[in-house]
């Protein structure tokens, strides 16, 4: 999610602090929605776990998730994107 450093942040097409939805898949196994609350919590203390989204894969093998965690900068969002690609639980984050 990174954008080129020769574009600055008054030119991005996101406003920050925004609220702001990213989408994470793995294996549905016990403990990945669990997994993901923690990630989104300590990013965004206020997040509300309630509002996670789920959506099982049509085989039941797979779980997509939404969270939509609150962010205040391109930086901040990056590291939340890091911080889920590098989850061993994790497969796909978009």
Excluded: W
């Amino acid at each position: 999610m990174n954008l080129p450093p020769d574009i600055p942040p008054e030119q991005s097409l996101i406003t920050y602090p925004t609220h702001f939805p990213i989408k994470v898949m793995g294996e549905n196994v016990e403990g990945f929605a669990e997994a993901i609350v923690k990630i989104a919590l300590a990013f965004d203390p206020d997040f509300d776990p309630a509002t996670l989204e789920h959506r099982p894969s049509k085989a039941g093998n797979y779980l997509g998730l939404t969270v939509t965690v609150r962010v205040t900068s391109r930086e901040h969002l990056d590291e939340v994107y890091r911080t889920l690609t590098t989850h061993p639980m994790v497969k796909v984050v978009l």
